[in-house]
Every structure is written in C-alpha cells, then in structure tokens.
C-alpha cells in the first residue's frame, strides 16, 4: 500500500532521538571536521565520516567507536555549517542510541574519595550538569568505625567530566581520572622547565 | 552588440528604465524613463576629450573599484553606444569639459529626464543576475584579508585590458602570487544565504585556473570543492585538462581563511576527503568564487511587468520543463539569468527561443488564448446595481479585470489565464468560468456523489498539480481506496465554497480541497486565493462542529504521488474509525446548514438544468427507468 514499508535503519533511529533529525541534510563537504578543534588533535575524529557512517548504517562500528563520546559542543562547526546541521546534538543523538542499545560512555567521569570527603556538598552545586547528588551511605572509617553518611554519588552518562568539582571540592576528595591535581601540577612543573622560568 | 546596435530594426535604448506596463500580448504600452546623461548622443563622436581634462575621481564600478575613472566616463571601453556620460553625483560643475567638447557641443548640463510612452507587441527580459558579497561569510576574511579576493575581482585583474594590464598582482603588497586558492560554493549551495547551486562556479573555477596556470606554469593553483559538476558536452573534457595540467583539487569545504599578519599569506583549513583529516595548507592569494543572486531590483521589475518568483527571487517560468523561456504572462518572455542561475550556452539558447517566441506575437494577426476565460452576467452583478463591491478585480491576479464602481467589471479576455479565482469569489454568482460553470461542476459533483455519498472521498483537485498528482499516483501503482472521486478544476482558487457546502449536503463522508504548493502555482496567486478561502471553510465546519479531519486541505504537487495516495487513504481510514450511524446522524444533523449556505449557487443560470441532466444520468447508471 504505502511506499515507505521498510524497517527501521540505524539512520532512522538517530533521525528519531532529540537533535539527529536533521542528519539527511549532511551533504559531506567536510567543514566540520575541518573546523573542529579535537579532529587537530585526535585525527580519529571526523564527523563529517561518522555522520556518513550512520547513513550508511555501520551500527556496530558507530556505536561501540570511542570517538562519538569526544564532541565538546563548541559549536563552532554548527556557526559554519552550510547545511545547518548541528553537529553537537546529532553526537547527543547518536550517544543517546548507543546507551539505549546498552553501550557505556568511554569518557572520564569523576571520581569520590569516600575516605576523605567531608560530606560539604560543594560539588553538587558546582555541577553545571547535575550529576552529583548526596546520597546516604555506609561507610569504614579508620579501619573500625562504620558510619553512615551522606556521600556525593556521580552519575556516569550525565557527567561530561569537566572537572569543576575537582577544582570546587576544599580537600581534594573528588577527582576526574587523567587530569587529577598532580598530574596538571606535574605539566605545569614540565612547562616551566621547558620554557626556562 | 556592436550588430544589434547597427541594425536597421533594432532600437538600442541604454541608461534607460521601464517605469510602467499597460495592456496585454500583441498590445503593450511601455513607459521609459530615459535618463539625462547630460550628453547629447547624436552629438557625441565618443572621443574622450571630457574625460582626459575631468579632475574627478571615483572608483570605477566595472574594475570593482580597483582602478579610480572620471566624472565624464563611458561605463568601459567596448561601451555600446560610445556615448560619454557625466556623473552628477561627483561633478564640481568646473565646466572644464563644456570647454574641451569645443564645436561638438555636446554637453548640456541642463539636461532632464525624460519620459516616453511606446507600443510594443512582445516583453523580453533579460536582467541578468549579481553578485553575492562574500564579506557576510566572517570566516573567509574578505574585506578584512587584502588578499582575500572575489571571483570577479580576480577576472579584472587577470584581464589585459584590466587595471593592471594583465599582470596579476595580490592588493596586499603588489607581489605575483605563486600560490592560489580558489574555494567554491561561497554562499551557494548555503542554507545560511542561498541554498541553491549557482550552476557554472565549478566550470568558472576551471577556467580560471586553466587561464592562470597557462600564463604562469609555476604557479600553484588549488581547487577547494565540495562536488565538482561538470554535467553538459564537453565540460568533463575541459576537467580533465585542468587535472593534466597539474591543478590540485582538494574535495572539502574551507572552514577557515586566516591571515599572517606580516607577511599577509593565507592559512586554508579544510578538510582533505581522500586522507580523511583535516590539512592547513599555505597561500599568497585566494580566489572566492561567490554565488549567483538575483539582482537587487527583482521585486521592482517583476511589480512592473506582473512576473512572479520563484523562490529566492528568480523570474518564474511558466512550466520549468516544457515552456521555460515564458512568463505566466502573456507576451512576457525569460532569457538568461534572471530566470535562474546558468551559463553562457544556456543563456543563448534560452535566449534565441524568448526571441523567436516574442517573434510568434508580433507575426500573428490574432492571438489564440485558452478558452477557460471568465464572463459577467451583468444583471446579476451587485456593482452594476449600484452597490459596492469589487470582489472578482481583487481576486484577479494579472490584472485582467477592469472594475469601475456603479458598473459591471469588464474583463480583459486577452489577459484572462482562467484560474477561476474571481468566478468562485464572486458573492452572487454572477461571473462564471466557460467550460468550468457552476451549472457543471455542481452536476458533477451529483453525479461523483449518486450512491451511497457517506462512503466517498470526494477529491477537489486543481488541473496543474494535484491531479497530476493522482495521475502520478497512479501510474505509479501507488494503491489508494477505490472511494475516491476526482473532480477537476483549473485552480484551486476555483474551488468555491457553495462547491464544498453542496458536496456535504449531499452527504459526502469527506472531501479533499488540494491544490499546489504556494510557490508552484501556475496562477501567480490563485493558490493564495484558494488557501484563504479553505482556511475560512475549516473554521467555520469547526464551528458547525464536524468531525475533524472530513474536510481536509493539502497541497500536493504534480511529483508527490506518493503523498496524494498517502492523504487518501488516511481520509478513507477515518471514515472507518466513524460509526457509520453516528457518521449518517451527523451528515442529517449538518444538512440543513449547508443547505442555506448552498442555496445562492443553486439560482444561478443552467444550474436547474444541468442538475437534472446529471439526475436523468444517474438513473440511467442505476439501470432505472429514464
């Protein structure tokens, strides 16, 4: 009866998640991928292919790719998009589909020292994404004790891994893996040797 | 030009305006507006005396103000005619000219405008298209970047008879670039500014680079394209002599033109599809080859000559396959650019048909026109009755109704194209539309609607898209319900709403009101004629309180059969999900309404005999006794 009676492509299903819709737009003339500032440092990352690789339904190698999880929604590749596609929400697209078909963010989130948290709650409101929130715990103190206590719990797909937690928290008890306190001192340290301060 | 300006029969009128358009094919009256040159053109030899002694200064538009001219100038070199001009926006009145022009006497500052009245068969334009200005792209830097440069800049600077004689030279610092960058689809192919292709950038870009690299061996020269199309005879051809002669071509489209500061290079960052990353490549100049956009007075010139647009204000055609060098005018013929973005071959094809076209109008004694033109029954006009109204001259979108208050319009055949807009307007009936009356169209909506009516999606569909959208449809084997019955009109501006009132009063279960979209109508503004009218019509079913959806407006176009089938058989699906006796109960409860809203088109002329035609019709189908 009705022309379209096929089933539902992986095109279709980014088209159908929130900001993929206009991804049929894309007419692959690379102003994106030139334009982005991660592609200059991970060559791996080429939106303009990913797009093209969800047109052509390569699921699999989308989806379970760590490169779909590196869009930091600068949007300067959205300002110079002759099609006016946003590449931004057409990545969130794609992220929600991989989470919905059960695939976890490869990203740093950040991580809570139990241990040496004090339980202050400036974390949660430095969160510009809303994933940490107090949570009633048990926990060991000093090898003996066993407290209760009201610990922040990190929301793994809402955490971007920003690090503003880190810089907020007053003891250092939250950190986001690979850009910890002492590594970014060990760089600043490396900096100034380089450059002879 | 040279020949056109020599020849006999043809009248070469530059630096002029047309002001206005009256009349219709075969009998136009044109009024021009000859503007003052402040030269006398049957006295100027064309000998330059004025401008070598003028001590004005401006930029000269047609070196793109790379190169200053004077006050008294020619627009260029091969002007035709080759008579001087004065620009009174920069002359200081020294006179030094008056006295250079000696006995010619040529020049007189007291000149005026003038205004003349002429008679012509056939309308021909032909103006052309501009220049998109790249300077509103913030990433590609021209007008910031020196060396950042337009497609046309480029072709001055390159050309021998240019201001600079032919020698290339980068404005920054007036070096011979060994490296070039031209970029492709600056603003075209853009849904930020034009979304259109310009058609010929990419052959341009070829033959720049071509023109270059045959004068300059050395020197670099990159393509950055996003498709490279080369689609007429020979082009590929051309393509693959530029490759051969070692141009680069880079697919991917620049994301950004950066400037170093000192040295005044440029930085192209793009994409480089065949390595699959981004590359930063460095040049003394680059090349932006900007879109084609209608010129900036296409609203004035199609007011004036009553063309409408397509979208982004090119001159619409009247069929874009099969008649694409008419006008919906009559008489008013499209060649060139103005009607949409082409090439020089185009151009002259589309060209000499426009000519032998308008040449058909000023060789016929009569003019054939389409037989569906509107006509007044004048005593049963409210205006000739001494009332006001002027409705049907409203309605009329070429201007063929002449309407004086106090007497019946008179309607100006020849200008008539028979959308049927003002037939259906018309408050009492009193204009009908030859070989699309009343009397007919209510005979066939009884006959499409004899057995069982409540079943049945009547389908109003208009002659130039939606029926060639059931046809399309069908010849495609796009399966919709067999309840369908098709009534065609020309427009829908035709589809009067007593049409509608009468088909539910014959208890219709749903009708369809379908016309084109409002950017395809082959009747300037009839679909907006016949969209107001639908949307008038919804509200006030709304208000009878109708079951949503039985009264449905869509615009389909003559390739959306897909659609057309789509939107059928969703009407048929609701009448499924309607209960038949609360369907019958509603049809009963509405028809008295309809009944009174129907009853004027009922009084007018042939409708009692037409209708019972179609009765004595039905019975005879039935296999009833006649």
């Not at chain 2, 290339?168 to 492709?184: E, K, M, T």
């Not at chain 2, 082009?235 to 141009?247: K, P, S, V």
């Amino acid at each position: 009866m009705a022309s379209h009676t096929s089933s539902e492509t992986f095109a279709d299903q980014v088209r159908a998640s929130p900001g993929g819709e206009k991804i049929t737009r894309c007419f692959s003339c690379g102003t994106c991928t030139a334009a982005c500032p991660i592609q200059w440092i991970e060559e791996n990352y080429n939106p303009r292919r990913i797009i093209k690789m969800v047109m052509l339904g390569m699921k699999e190698q989308v989806l379970s790719s760590p490169v779909i999880w590196l869009c930091s929604a600068c949007d300067i590749c959205y300002r110079r998009c002759p099609q006016d596609v946003r590449i931004s929400d057409v990545m969130k697209a794609i992220r929600d589909v991989a989470i919905r078909e059960g695939y976890k963010p490869v990203r740093a989130v950040a991580q809570v020292n139990e241990r040496a948290c004090s339980s202050c709650g400036m974390c949660v409101q430095a969160c510009p994404y809303q994933a940490i929130e107090l949570t009633p715990r048990w926990v060991t103190i000093q090898q003996v004790m066993r407290q209760q206590r009201a610990l922040p719990k990190v929301d793994e797909f809402l955490c971007q891994g920003c690090g503003v937690c880190t810089v907020t928290c007053p003891v250092s008890a939250i950190t986001v893996a690979d850009i910890g306190d002492d590594r970014v001192v060990a760089q600043i340290r490396e900096f100034a040797q380089e450059t002879g301060w | 030009m040279v020949d056109a300006a020599r020849h006999p029969k043809v009248d070469v009128r530059t630096y002029t305006e047309v002001e206005r358009v009256d009349g219709f094919v075969g009998n136009f009256k044109v009024q021009l507006r000859e503007k003052s040159r402040y030269v006398y053109a049957d006295r100027c030899n064309g000998c330059g005396e004025c401008a070598k002694v003028c001590p004005i200064e401006v930029p000269n538009y047609f070196e793109m103000s790379l190169a200053p001219r004077k006050a008294a100038y020619v627009p260029m070199s091969q002007s035709v005619p080759l008579i001087y001009n004065i620009d009174m926006d920069a002359c200081i009145h020294c006179y030094k000219c008056v006295e250079a022009c000696g006995k010619l006497d040529a020049i007189d500052f007291s000149m005026e405008d003038e205004l003349v009245w002429e008679d012509v068969g056939a309308i021909v334009v032909a103006t052309g298209f501009s220049h998109f200005d790249p300077s509103v792209i913030p990433e590609y830097g021209y007008g910031r970047y020196p060396n950042v440069v337009t497609a046309i800049e480029m072709e001055r600077l390159n050309n021998s008879a240019g201001p600079t004689a032919g020698n290339l030279v980068r404005p920054s610092d007036g070096a011979n670039p060994r490296r070039l960058a031209i970029v492709n689809c600056v603003g075209s192919r853009d849904k930020r500014f034009n979304p259109w292709c310009s058609n010929f950038c990419c052959m341009y870009a070829i033959k720049n680079a071509v023109l270059l690299k045959q004068t300059h061996p050395d020197m670099d020269i990159t393509i950055y394209y996003i498709d490279i199309r080369t689609p007429l005879k020979g082009y590929e051809a051309f393509y693959d002599r530029a490759r051969e002669m070692d141009i680069h071509f880079i697919q991917g489209r620049p994301s950004l033109i950066a400037e170093d500061p000192e040295t005044k290079n440029l930085y192209v960052h793009s994409e480089n599809m065949a390595l699959g990353h981004a590359i930063e490549r460095e040049y003394d100049m680059v090349m932006l080859n900007q879109a084609a956009v209608p010129q900036p007075d296409v609203d004035t010139v199609s007011s004036v000559l009553n063309i409408t647009q397509s979208p982004g204000g090119w001159y619409m055609e009247y069929h874009p396959k099969l008649r694409p060098m008419d006008s919906p005018t009559d008489g008013v013929f499209l060649a060139g650019a103005c009607q949409g973005a082409k090439d020089i071959p185009s151009s002259v094809a589309q060209g000499s048909a426009a000519a032998s076209r308008a040449g058909r109008v000023l060789h016929a004694p009569e003019w054939e026109i389409e037989p569906v033109v509107a006509s007044v029954w004048e005593d049963r006009c409210i205006s000739a009755q001494g009332r006001k109204c002027g409705v049907c001259a409203r309605a009329c979108p070429y201007g063929a109704i002449q309407y004086e208050e106090g007497k019946a319009p008179q309607i100006v055949v020849a200008k008539c194209h028979g959308c049927g807009g003002c037939v259906a307007e018309c408050p009492q009936n009193a204009i009908t539309q030859l070989h699309f009356t009343d009397a007919q169209i209510l005979a066939q909506i009884r006959a499409l609607l004899a057995d069982r009516p409540e079943e049945k999606v009547l389908a109003f569909r208009c002659h130039w898209c939606s029926y060639g959208g059931a046809d399309m449809a069908g010849t495609s084997h796009f399966e919709y319900t067999a309840n369908e019955r098709g009534l065609r009109v020309m427009c829908s501006a035709r589809m009067d709403t007593d049409f509608v009132y009468e088909a539910f009063r014959l208890g219709a279960g749903t009708v369809l009101y379908s016309g084109c979209h409002p950017q395809d109508c082959h009747y300037i503004t009839g679909q907006r004629v016949g969209s107001t009218r639908a949307d008038r019509l919804l509200r006030a079913f709304d208000r009878m309180g109708m079951t949503p959806g039985r009264f449905r407006i869509e615009w389909i176009s003559a390739a959306e059969g897909d659609k057309y089938a789509r939107v059928i058989n969703e009407m048929q699906q609701l009448l499924d999900s309607i209960p038949r006796d609360q369907l019958l109960e509603e049809i009963e409860q509405l028809r008295p309404q309809m009944e009174k809203r129907a009853r004027r088109m009922r009084e007018a002329p042939q409708v009692e005999e037409a209708l019972e035609f179609a009765d004595r019709l039905k019975a005879a189908m039935m296999g009833e006794e006649v």
